[in-house]
T-cell receptor
Framework: QKEVEQNSGPLSVPEGAIASLNCTYSDRGSQSFFWYRQYSGKSPELIMSIYSNGDKEDGRFTAQLNKASQYVSLLIRDSQPSDSATYLCAVSGGYQKVTFGIGTKLQVIP | ETGVTQTPRHLVMGMTNKKSLKCEQHLGHNAMYWYKQSAKKPLELMFVYSLEERVENNSVPSRFSPECPNSSHLFLHLHTLQPEDSALYLC????????????????FGDGTRLSIL
C-alpha cells in the first residue's frame, strides 16, 4: 500500500533554531516530492518541490531527498513564530497520483 | 489571494439536500482537483480533471458528482450526504498534471467547510 508517513507532532523548537521535518514514503517509483505549509483554518501553500536526490535550498528552507532510503526532509533555518503551522509532505509516483502525509505540526516558541 | 477561489466558504446541509461547491481558478492552469480534508487524516484526493476530462476517480461514493465545464471552473455536486462527509473540501489546480516527467505543484483554494446535519 502506498503511504506517506510523517510524525504528527507537535514539534516544538525555540525561535532562531533549525526545525527538521521528516517524511518517509513506501512507493519506490515516486518521482516528485512536495512540501506544503498549512496554517490553521487556511489552505495548503507550496513551500518546496524537489525531484532529484540531494539538497534544494530556497531562502531559509532546504529540502533534502534520498530516494534510496525513501525519505524527504525539510529544514527551516532561523525558525520564526510565523513558521508555526502544519507541514504536509506530498509524494507522487507519476501522472496524477499524489499522496499526502498527515502533516507535522510545528510550534516555534518565542 | 491564491488564484483559486472556492464558494461557499461554509455550508451546512441536511442529509436529503442537494447542493454544489464551486471552484474557479484564475491561473490559466489545465488541471484541477478536488480533495477532502478530515481531522487527523491526510488529504484525500477525490477527483482529477485535465483539460476538462476526468482522469481520476478515487473510489468516491456516487453521492459526490464532479463537473468541469471548462478548464477554469470545477464543481462538486452533493446529494444525500452522510454525517461522515462533514469535512473541509479543497479545490486545487496545477499548470498540467505532468511536465517533462515531473508532477506539477498544486495551488489550493481556501476550501469549503461542509457540515452535514
Amino acid at each position: 500500500q502506498k503511504e506517506v508517513e510523517q510524525n504528527s507532532g507537535p514539534l516544538s523548537v525555540p525561535e532562531g533554531a533549525i526545525a527538521s521535518l521528516n517524511c518517509t514514503y513506501s512507493d519506490r517509483g515516486s518521482q516528485s516530492f512536495f512540501w506544503y505549509r498549512q496554517y490553521s483554518g487556511k489552505s495548503p501553500e507550496l513551500i518546496m518541490s524537489i525531484y532529484s536526490n540531494g539538497d534544494k535550498e530556497d531562502g531559509r528552507f532546504t529540502a533534502q531527498l534520498n530516494k534510496a532510503s525513501q525519505y524527504v526532509s525539510l529544514l527551516i533555518r532561523d525558525s520564526q513564530p510565523s513558521d508555526s503551522a502544519t507541514y504536509l509532505c506530498a509524494v507522487s509516483g507519476g501522472y496524477q497520483k499524489v499522496t499526502f502525509g498527515i502533516g507535522t505540526k510545528l510550534q516555534v516558541i518565542p | 489571494e491564491t488564484g483559486v477561489t472556492q464558494t461557499p466558504r461554509h455550508l451546512v446541509m441536511g442529509m436529503t439536500n442537494k447542493k454544489s461547491l464551486k471552484c474557479e481558478q484564475h491561473l490559466g492552469h489545465n488541471a484541477m482537483y478536488w480533495y477532502k480534508q478530515s481531522a487527523k487524516k491526510p488529504l484525500e484526493l477525490m477527483f482529477v480533471y485535465s483539460l476538462e476530462e476526468r482522469v481520476e476517480n478515487n473510489s468516491v461514493p456516487s453521492r459526490f458528482s464532479p463537473e468541469c465545464p471548462n478548464s477554469s471552473h470545477l464543481f462538486l455536486h452533493l446529494h444525500t450526504l452522510q454525517p461522515e462527509d462533514s469535512a473541509l473540501y479543497l479545490c486545487a489546480s496545477s499548470q498540467d498534471l505532468v511536465r517533462q516527467g515531473e508532477n506539477q505543484p498544486q495551488h489550493f483554494g481556501d476550501g469549503t467547510r461542509l457540515s452535514i446535519l
